[in-house]
């Protein structure tokens, strides 16, 4: 039987962990580093948020989690991806299986093209749920309605009946958590779910993933680049820059206290309610390309405190307060 480990600080179950994680993509010109030396863990019954602005490596980084990216020019080139004590790097595709969807499950940004428009509900939900468990195709479609009531969809039955294109973007989008929670997954990944939902649904999306940890105990990586969903659903918060973790904290230090350039810079430009006119702080220039990275630490031409050092190297990442980690060389002392 699998153990999971516990950190000797604070005896949290370590559900996952991340270590020293490198993806590269090959092209014909060149080696693109995509992902570069992440590391990071989620605790059992944790929500980790995951942040920064679109091309900054998150989406690659969780779906290699499952190894999901895949084909002849995708290299995992190092690390370690430990989730209960098994380097899911190191597995055969017909052992990932056993994982993907059952132990972890993963929500993608966009319900519509995650979903088969030519599949009823009911065929795909229970499709998924009988790869993991031996079940009657009746048997299945009766847990699948349990869980359709569980994310409040009315009607369960009769929704199961239904395709993809006839229900709204918040049906379908619970559609997809309740297909990550069907198979009793510990890990679910949610990559943006609430970015293509109004104000109103997507609160009432969050709300129910909260609810829904709550009764069954699983984890979340949350992905997005809306610091305000975080705020509200992270227990804690790794901020992402060029393939690169640069700073992780608690939700409340991240907000309060950051300390990296980038980090600071995007809670600036947040909108907050004492604003009428003023224009919104923003961070000068773009995320780099992958085939474009500056050397050294990837936001430096981007950077108000930058120093020559920024230009050469990437700084390792220091324990700035327990639980808070940055990787800027103004915090390290020569």
Not at 242 to 265: L, S
Not at 282 to 297: D, E, F
Request: aromatic letters at 6%; proline letters at 5%.
């Amino acid at each position: 039987m699998n153990t999971i480990r516990k950190e000797n600080d604070n005896q949290k179950e370590v559900l996952l962990s991340v270590e020293h994680l490198r993806v590269n993509f090959k092209t014909d010109k060149a080696i693109l580093n995509a992902v570069e030396d992440v590391s990071f863990k989620v605790y059992r019954g944790e929500t980790l948020g995951i942040v920064g602005e679109s091309g900054c490596g998150k989406s690659i980084t969780c779906m290699s989690i499952m190894k999901l990216i895949q084909g002849n020019n995708v290299i995992y080139e190092d690390g370690k991806i430990c989730f209960e004590d098994v380097n899911t790097l190191s597995l055969s595709d017909k052992a990932l299986q056993e994982i993907r969807g059952k132990e972890i499950a993963y929500i993608f940004q966009e319900p519509m093209t995650a979903l088969n428009p030519l599949y009823t509900i009911g065929n795909q939900m229970s499709e998924a749920l009988r790869l993991h468990v031996k079940i009657s195709k009746k048997e299945a479609l009766k847990q699948c309605a349990h869980y359709l009531e569980k994310v409040k969809i009315p009607n369960p039955n009769e929704v199961l009946m239904r395709y993809p294109f006839s229900l709204s973007g918040g049906m379908r989008q619970r559609v997809m958590i309740a297909m990550a929670l069907i198979t009793n997954s510990k890990l679910i990944i949610a990559d943006e779910p609430t970015t293509a939902l109004d104000v109103t649904i997507q609160a009432q999306i969050l709300d129910l993933m909260k609810e829904l940890q709550g009764e069954f105990g699983c984890s979340y990586i949350f992905i997005t680049h809306d610091l305000g969903v975080i705020s509200e659903v992270s227990d804690r918060v790794a901020v992402m820059y060029g393939g690169r973790i640069v700073e992780c904290a608690d939700t409340d230090t991240m907000f309060e206290k950051a300390k990296h350039p980038y980090t600071i810079g995007l809670i600036a430009s947040r909108p907050h309610g004492e604003m009428v006119e003023d224009r919104l702080p923003v961070i000068p220039g773009n995320v780099p390309s992958l085939n474009n990275k500056p050397q050294g630490c990837p936001f430096h031409p981007r950077c108000e405190a930058v120093m020559d050092q920024c230009r050469k190297s990437f700084p390792e990442a220091i324990t700035y307060a327990p639980g808070h980690t940055v990787a800027c060389w103004q915090y390290i002392k020569e």
